[in-house]
């Protein structure tokens, strides 16, 4: 479990972390969004000691980072999948990373195995793709066999294959038990993956919730209702006064839920040949509720004209 307490980081006279606090919470992956320069990397830097805060406080499985005499059995950290050393073959830097914290040879060829790279452990890592590199990060994540997990944009770089497996391997992790906390900006990923979601802007914690709570609030969210008897259903909607529109013969309902309005057509005698429940995209949810923070905003307005025009 990671638990951050009124965190808060300045760089000279800009606050790039304000008062946040949240919990990672274990059996589950915690998806970490925010737009650019929200702070997600800062965080994950302070919750790790690779910066301090200027006030608040972190833990790990209830206690500081600082008092683990082996980090790597508490938590396995990937920030950047491009920090090894290009000229040094992968298993020597899985070897070389599994001697200076006591961990056994064995493991090294354990984790190969786990990430898929055993046949290509003595390449050197200059020569991998990006993808690979996360993989070989990802083995030296595991080295220690940690209870949490904490990675930065693991599927940076992976085909769709390897994001398949990544996502899959993850959620087996949670499974086992362990926190996995993923910052990502793949929320196509995201949405498929996590458990619980948190949420930050500008420094500060917009919610902390969950996928299907995040979408289901934004204001795209409606019912779909498909009937052939359009005049009988648009009179009842509107002897309930509930909000609608019309296309054809669907109609879409804001307010109510699928048992409600399929209930309100039953007791009205009305038809019903569909009756879905709409909920927007996870990327449409996170734009929503990140609009007010967003650092650097592109107008869209100017292209998309354009674009009209132009058909």
């Known amino acids: 479990m990671i638990s951050v307490t009124n965190l808060t980081k300045k760089y000279g006279s800009k606050t790039v972390i304000d008062d946040l606090s949240f919990d990672v919470n274990p059996g589950m992956v915690t998806g970490f969004l ?11 830097r302070l919750i790790v000691g690779l910066d301090k805060p200027n006030s608040g406080s972190i833990t790990i499985n209830n206690s500081r980072i600082s008092k683990f005499s082996n980090p790597m059995s508490e938590i396995g950290v990937l920030l950047d999948a491009d920090y090894m050393h290009p000229t040094r073959k992968a298993i020597n830097h899985l070897k070389a990373m599994a001697y200076s914290n006591g961990i056994s040879r064995k ?3 354990e984790v190969l195995d786990l990430v898929g790279l055993h046949d290509v452990a003595k390449k050197r890592v200059g020569k991998f793709s990006l993808g690979m590199k996360q993989r070989v990060g990802l083995a030296g994540v595991l080295l220690g066999d940690p209870k949490i997990i904490m990675l930065d944009e693991p599927a940076n ?8 497996w990544i996502r899959d391997f993850l959620s087996f992790l949670a499974k086992e038990g362990r926190t996995v906390f993923i910052s990502s900006h793949l929320l196509s990923e995201i949405a498929l993956i996590a458990d619980n979601l948190i949420v930050i802007g500008q420094g500060k914690l917009i919610t902390q919730t969950t996928v299907e709570e995040l979408t289901s609030q934004a204001s795209g969210t409606y019912t779909s209702i498909l009937s052939p008897q359009i005049e009988s259903l648009a009179e009842v909607l509107t002897k309930s006064n509930i909000e609608f529109s019309q296309f054809e013969n669907e109609f879409r309902v804001k307010g109510l839920s699928e048992s409600e309005l399929g209930h309100l057509a039953f007791e009205n005698n009305v038809e019903v040949h569909r009756l879905a429940r709409v909920v927007p995209s996870l990327e449409d949810a996170f734009l929503e509720v990140t609009s007010k923070a967003q650092e650097f905003k592109a107008d869209s307005s100017s292209f998309q004209q354009q674009n009209s025009e132009g058909k």
């Open 34 to 44: 925010g737009p650019n320069g929200a702070g997600k990397s800062t965080t994950m």
């Open 157 to 164: 770089g992976l085909d769709p294959e390897g994001i398949r």
């Open 107 to 109: 493991r090294v060829d």
